[in-house]
């Protein structure tokens, strides 16, 4: 059974860096696409960013275009999100989802400080 955890969130203040890192299970990681979203009190889940299946493509938000960075290990099974410069609207739950099976994570928090 395929699971995905998230993990590295935190509280950080702006400008600052987290790196957040999604946790695969299974032998079919590198044939999935993964993606990032986020999720902040009272709005909806928002798209940040994704990654091809190889690695070789990545998309992103315009928010957080030049600032986040997706990237992957397809020998540890892991998905990562490099986030820099952050700033306090970077404010959320973020969320991994595993394309290939359409599988959320459970979220990690995370919390910029002005």
């Known amino acids: 059974q395929v699971q995905v955890v998230e993990s590295g969130g935190g509280l950080v203040q702006a400008g600052g860096s987290l790196r957040l890192s999604c946790a695969v299970s299974?032998?079919?990681?590198?044939?999935?696409?993964f993606a990032w979203y986020r999720q902040a009190p009272g709005k909806q889940r928002d798209f940040v960013a994704r990654?091809?299946?190889?690695?070789?493509?990545?998309n992103y938000a315009d928010a957080v275009q030049g600032r986040f960075t997706i990237f992957r290990d397809n020998a540890k099974n892991t998905v990562y999100l490099q986030m820099n410069r952050l700033k306090p609207e970077d404010t959320a739950v973020y969320y991994c989802?595993?394309?290939?099976?359409?599988?959320w994570g459970q979220g990690t928090q995370v919390t910029v400080s002005s």
């Open positions: 989802n595993a394309g290939l099976w359409n599988l």
């Open positions: 299974g032998s079919t990681f590198s044939r999935s696409a």
């Open positions: 990654i091809s299946p190889f690695g070789g493509s990545t």
